[in-house]
Each structure stands twice: as structure tokens, then as C-alpha cells.
């Protein structure tokens, strides 16, 4: 019943078949609240830094066991830093994060997304907020999928399409989870850093004013 039908970039070509009126549909651009990238090198002597990590959990939590069960593996590692949304691990999780020098517990699933612009990688689910956040602020990130959720299926094509992401499986946490990483950093970054910085992949972040912009010219 709706006059008017906003979609972001990414929008699947089958959610457009199911508006009959075509002038009701809008294309418009990415809306994101925090564009400002934090991550900037402060190693004034030239000293190589730790890498550092954010592991993301979901607001569905559907990464929190995988998380949790590889705390043990990455707690105290002496090549990468990690941060870690702690609200959906397990007790036990929360306390490694807590005792170990080179991990970083963020207590809200707002806070985590504040960390995507001071991080030099991102582990994520692909949900749109994560992809899109990723996409804009230029962070190579490996992208987690999720079995029988269309919209995360549909992001991973994207992703795959542009080039801007890699991918991992439920194999690839735990006891398994460094060594993907390493893989990553070895055979993947620069070619995703590239894509990610290529004229293809500039977005626009204007979405709210197009929208608005649109309401009032026909309502106003």
C-alpha cells in the first residue's frame, strides 16, 4: 500500500519484481551514520605494529559459540590484536578476554560498529550493515555466511562480484582460526585493499537526504 519505496545499492533484482508499479521505486544511496577512519598509523619509529582484528558478533548472535570456542586459540597471541564483541560470549569467554594482554572487549553491539573505522581488518557476519560500513570506510574484511538467510546469501554475491571481501566457514574457526588469518594476510588483503579503492567501489553516503529530499518534493 505504500506511495513511494527506497532502495541502497545491493537490493536483489527479485525484490523489485514484486512492486508492480515501477514509478513507485526509488534507488537511492547508501545511508551511514560514522564515516570518520580512526585507523591511523601512529608508529612514529617505524617499529612493525600488531595487526589488529575486529571480530564481530551479530545482533541475531549466531556467531557467539564460534567466537567463544576460539578465544583460547588468539588469547595472549603475539602477532595480532584483536577486538571482540563480548555481549553474547559465554561466561567463561568474557573472563579470557578479560585476562588476555591482546584482546579488547567491546560490551555493545553500537560499540563494536564504532570500531570498524580504528581497525586495520574486520571479521564480520555478512549482514548489510557490516558489508556496507566495510565497503565505505575502505576495510578489507573476511565475511562469515549463514545458512537459509536469503539477504546474507545475496550480500556474499556482491562481495564475491566486487572483489572487496573473502569469506570463511565454520571450519575455519577454533583451532583452524590463525591460520586463516595468516592465509588472508598472505594471498588476500592487497588484492581486496585494491578493489576496495578502485573508482568501482566509491559509493555515496547521501541515502537519508535523497529520501527526504524526495518526500517533500512530492508532499511538501
Known amino acids: 500500500m505504500a506511495n513511494k519505496f527506497f532502495f541502497p545499492p545491493f537490493t536483489p533484482i527479485g525484490v523489485y519484481k514484486n512492486i ?22 601512529n608508529n612514529k ?17 549466531s556467531l557467539s559459540n ?15 590484536n584483536f577486538y571482540i564483541g563480548t555481549e553474547s560470549l559465554t561466561a567463561k569467554a568474557k573472563k579470557q578476554v578479560a585476562q588476555s594482554k ?5 560490551s555493545s553491539l553500537k560499540g563494536m560498529y564504532t570500531y570498524i573505522s580504528k581497525v586495520d581488518f574486520v571479521i564480520t557476519r555478512a549482514g548489510f550493515n557490516s558489508l556496507t560500513e566495510c565497503l565505505i570506510l575502505k576495510k578489507p574484511a573476511i565475511f562469515m555466511s549463514e545458512k537459509f538467510n536469503p539477504e546474507i546469501s545475496e550480500n556474499l554475491k556482491f562481495i564475491s562480484k566486487l572483489g ?31 578493489n576496495l579503492n578502485s573508482n568501482l567501489t566509491n559509493y555515496d553516503v547521501n541515502g537519508s537526504v535523497q529520501i527526504v529530499n524526495l518526500i517533500k518534493k512530492d508532499y511538501l
Open 20 to 41: 508492480l508499479d515501477k514509478k513507485k521505486i526509488n534507488d537511492v544511496n547508501f545511508i551511514i551514520k560514522n564515516l570518520k577512519n580512526n585507523n591511523k598509523n
Open 164 to 194: 572487496v571481501g573473502t569469506f570463511m566457514n565454520s571450519k575455519n574457526w577454533e583451532k583452524n582460526f590463525l591460520k586463516r588469518i595468516d592465509f588472508f594476510l598472505r594471498f588476500e588483503e592487497n588484492k581486496i585493499k585494491k
Open 102 to 106: 591482546n584482546l579488547k572487549g567491546i
Open 45 to 61: 619509529n617505524n617499529v612493525k605494529k600488531k595487526k589488529t582484528f575486529l571480530i564481530m558478533d551479530s545482533g541475531t548472535k
Open 66 to 80: 564460534l567466537i567463544s570456542n576460539t578465544i583460547p586459540y588468539i588469547m595472549n597471541n603475539s602477532n595480532y
